[in-house]
């Protein structure tokens, strides 16, 4: 099958690139949607093909084991997987990000993944509703597979690069080039206050109070409205003032008094400082 037609695009299935434990398809799957779920760490994968077991048996659930690589990638079968041994949602291909990861005390174990040709899947399994990219580090990757299709999904998250601005510009840029018009910039620090919307918008609405880690609603449940490209990254600018003067590799990041008086301030003011964010983007041929 030549990739690049219009394949079909289904209202009832999502897309978790980086299902990590499930804590999203469990949400997705509640509110009735179909879930491809992708996962690079085997042992991650193993565990929720334990834990979803009826959802895979019912066909609600198909879980893709191994990493999403570059459409033009011509290697071995098989690629390094750093396995972080400190917080298991930082696993990664990408070695960059492991060594930002030892930068902030975390190791990793090196490990050998099957490689998974991205295309091949959306072609077999059809475009998604909503598609959630957070396979640290690499996010963009899947963006790039999706040029070659004509049809898009309706909404995409991603998690927005904390490092570098241009980076930030770089990630919009490419959500414009495949049609994407409307943006959102959503906090996640605080996502585990919050719970699911009723009614809502998207699926069946369900109760549900999400969890530290989790990525949250998406699409139309999400608050707040839709900015323009120009107004996003007019808004990543001033996130990306607070990531200079109190992120990562600041003094409230990497030692423990600074972040002491972080957290204190966090609680105090109610919102997180600077936190991090998940860049939502919906289609131009969405119909409000």
């Known amino acids: 099958m030549v990739l690049g037609q219009n394949v079909e695009k289904y209202p009832d299935l999502v897309y978790d690139v980086g299902m990590h434990k499930g804590?999203?398809?469990?949400?997705?799957?509640?509110?009735?949607?179909?879930?491809?779920?992708?996962?690079?760490?085997?042992?991650?994968?193993?565990?929720?093909?334990?834990?979803?077991?009826?959802?895979?048996?019912?066909?609600?659930?198909?879980?893709?084991?191994?990493?999403?690589?570059?459409?033009?990638?011509?290697?071995?079968?098989?690629?390094?997987?750093?396995?972080?041994?400190?917080?298991?949602?930082?696993?990664?291909?990408?070695?960059?990000?492991?060594?930002?990861?030892?930068?902030?005390?975390?190791?990793?174990?090196?490990?050998?993944?099957?490689?998974?040709?991205?295309?091949?899947?959306?072609?077999?399994?059809?475009?998604?509703?909503?598609?959630?990219?957070?396979?640290?580090?690499?996010?963009?990757?899947?963006?790039?597979?999706?040029?070659?299709?004509?049809?898009?999904?309706?909404?995409?998250?991603?998690?927005?690069?904390?490092?570098?601005?241009?980076?930030?510009?770089?990630?919009?840029?490419?959500?414009?080039?495949?049609?994407?018009?409307?943006?959102?910039?959503?906090?996640?620090?605080?996502i585990h206050k919050r719970g699911a919307p009723t009614p809502s918008e998207e699926g069946v609405s369900v109760s549900h109070q999400f969890q530290l880690g989790d990525s949250g609603v998406f699409g139309e449940d999400l608050d707040g409205e839709w900015r323009s490209k120009r107004d996003i990254l007019r808004k990543y600018k001033r996130i990306f003032i607070g990531y200079r003067l109190i992120g990562d590799d600041t003094m409230f990041s990497k030692y423990d008094f600074g972040r002491s008086v972080r957290y204190r301030l966090e609680n105090m003011l109610g919102v997180a400082l600077p936190g991090w964010y998940d860049t939502h983007a919906k289609h131009s041929t969405v119909v409000s």
């Open 23 to 190: 804590e999203d398809t469990a949400f997705y799957l509640k509110k009735g949607f179909r879930v491809i779920g992708f996962e690079a760490d085997p042992e991650l994968a193993s565990q929720c093909r334990n834990r979803f077991v009826d959802a895979i048996d019912a066909g609600k659930l198909v879980i893709v084991e191994g990493a999403v690589m570059e459409k033009d990638y011509d290697g071995d079968p098989k690629i390094k997987f750093y396995k972080n041994l400190g917080n298991s949602v930082w696993g990664s291909v990408n070695a960059d990000w492991a060594s930002r990861n030892a930068g902030l005390g975390t190791q990793s174990t090196v490990i050998e993944v099957n490689i998974v040709d991205f295309s091949d899947c959306i072609v077999q399994f059809g475009m998604p509703h909503f598609m959630k990219i957070d396979i640290e580090g690499n996010d963009t990757t899947c963006l790039r597979h999706l040029l070659s299709f004509e049809v898009k999904p309706d909404y995409i998250s991603i998690e927005s690069d904390k490092v570098s601005y241009p980076r930030v510009e770089e990630e919009i840029h490419l959500l414009e080039k495949l049609g994407y018009d409307q943006f959102k910039a959503v906090q996640q620090t605080f």
